[in-house]
């Protein structure tokens, strides 16, 4: 039976140098503040007292020195994260008028150049579509030229690695196998612009405490987990909010340390994880597995050819590379000091394909 730990720190993550050991995350998935974004104005303010009076005189130094306050997590992150590990960091850009100027305050290519500068290597970064039907959603001069301006409706999950590519000896390997994932599911999640993912139904519901950090859908860490790193790592995430990354890493079998500054989310956290929670995680697990065996059905429906058979999952593959695939259902959850600790029942080959 497998175990995973996951550990919640109210702590300014500005210092997590103080709490992370060096060179022990193997990912860090996460969602910062944006500058330049009203919501989080008063968080920027209470960090630097100058962006206060700069906001409405000098916005451009504004939006450079609240990211001056997300570089000193990105320089913590640095050390933390081992040799191939990975950073991954949603963020959107800001639109704002002030003093009747309109202008796009572009973070994702700020942090960009921050990260590459600490001596991250920057790989393909991921645009996240997140389509508005709002009526009110273009700005500016209508159908009159040239006062018009695009409206945006992308984020982006930029990818970082840090140093060169890991290398997995024996029983690694093995493990690396058994945490790979579907053909098809390949053919999505490493395209660079992801469209299917909607930030809709939630695994936790407390939907005003969503609100309140922007949270961002559990599909989106889910997939760069299992995209970014194996069964047993262990995942970072500086900026945890309501701890959807916390709650995808025990969905994946990996441990995760979660930091937030707020007090109320870890506790809230602690107590709405639940059996509930467990059954709801294990549900979007065997969902994978049903999509999958779909996937299968209509493709030997459509005359293709599958060649290859996973005996633990019982259902046919694409590729030698899924034949070792496992998921191992949640079994149990413990809170002990304020630690998460949830045991795995042994893989769900109780779900075959027919
Ligand atoms: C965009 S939200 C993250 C939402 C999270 N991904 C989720 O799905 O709920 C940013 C979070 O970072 C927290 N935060 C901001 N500055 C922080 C800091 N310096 N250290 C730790 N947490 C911080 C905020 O309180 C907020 O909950």
């Known amino acids: 039976m497998t175990q995973t730990i996951h550990n919640i720190f109210t702590f300014d993550s500005r210092n ?23 919501m989080w104005d008063e968080l920027f303010f209470s960090m630097n007292s100058i962006i206060k009076d700069m906001i409405l005189e ?11 306050e997300l570089d000193k ?11 191939g590990g990975f950073l991954i960091i949603n963020i959107g850009d800001a639109t704002r008028t002030i003093k009747g100027d309109f202008q796009l305050y572009s973070n994702h290519s700020r942090i960009i150049y921050k990260c590459v500068e600490l001596g991250f290597k920057n790989l393909p970064n991921i645009l996240w579509r997140k389509q508005t039907n709002a009526p009110n959603k273009f700005m500016g001069s209508g159908m009159f030229p040239s006062g018009a301006y695009v409206t945006l409706e992308h984020e982006y999950i930029l990818i970082f690695r840090k140093g060169t590519k890991q290398v997995y000896n024996e029983t690694k390997k093995q ?15 490493f395209s660079d612009i992801w469209e ?37 790592d262990t995942i970072l995430d500086p900026f945890f909010g309501t701890g959807t990354t916390t709650l995808a890493a025990i969905a994946s079998e990996r441990n995760s ?52 058979y996973n005996q633990k999952l019982k259902t046919p593959v694409i590729t030698r590379q899924e034949i070792d695939i496992i998921f191992n259902l949640l079994d149990s959850i413990k809170i002990i000091k304020e630690k998460i600790i949830i045991n795995y029942m042994d893989h769900i080959g109780l779900l075959p394909y027919n």
Request: aromatic letters at 12%; proline letters at 4%.
């Open 16 to 38: 997590l140098q103080e709490i992370i050991i060096p060179n022990t995350i193997d990912l860090v998935v996460t969602s910062p503040p944006y500058p330049m974004i009203r």
């Open 58 to 68: 000098k916005p451009q130094e504004a939006f450079e020195l609240m990211n001056q």
């Open 73 to 83: 997590v990105w320089t913590a992150l640095y050390s933390s994260i081992k040799d």
């Open 175 to 189: 493990n690396r196998r058994e945490s790979s994932y579907f053909w098809e599911e390949r053919n999505i999640w």
């Open 196 to 232: 299917d993912v909607k930030g809709t139904k939630q695994l936790l519901t407390n939907q005003e405490a969503r609100d309140r950090s922007a949270a961002y859908p559990f599909e989106l860490v889910y997939r760069l987990i299992n995209m970014y790193s194996c069964k047993g």
């Open 257 to 308: 340390i979660g930091i937030e500054l707020e007090q109320s989310f870890k506790k809230s956290f602690l107590k709405n994880i639940s059996f509930t929670n467990i059954q709801k995680l294990n549900e979007y697990i065997c969902n994978r597995l049903y999509k999958h065996n779909d996937f299968v059905k209509c493709r030997i429906e459509s005359g293709k050819e599958v060649k290859y």
